[in-house]
């Protein structure tokens, strides 16, 4: 995020993941049972609570900021490019 703000993209962050892909995938794409897709306590969309509060205590990203990483940016892009 520090990257991307240093590139200014402030107004196209945003940032979630695939959460459904494990159990969604036809087998032959799966990942091996012992592979780790994601650290520990943040498998699901449970952590996200916890990077907001890392987004504002760590960071200093202000309540504006945060929502559009959360969300606003995504719509904002997603209402621009389709048709």
Do not use: M, W
């Not at 990257?3 to 993941?17: D, I, N, P, T």
């Not at 996200?48 to 509060?53: A, G, N, R, S, V």
């Amino acid at each position: 995020i520090e990257h991307g703000l240093k590139l200014g993209g402030k107004h196209a962050l945003c940032f979630g993941s695939d959460f459904f892909c494990a159990s969604d995938l036809p087998n032959h794409l799966k990942r091996p049972s012992d592979t780790i897709i994601f650290h520990e306590g943040f498998d699901s969309s449970v952590c996200y609570p916890k990077l907001i509060d890392f987004f504002k205590a760590e960071l200093g990203f202000d309540q504006t900021f945060i929502q559009a990483l959360a969300n606003e940016n995504l719509l904002s892009f997603l209402t621009r490019t389709s048709a």
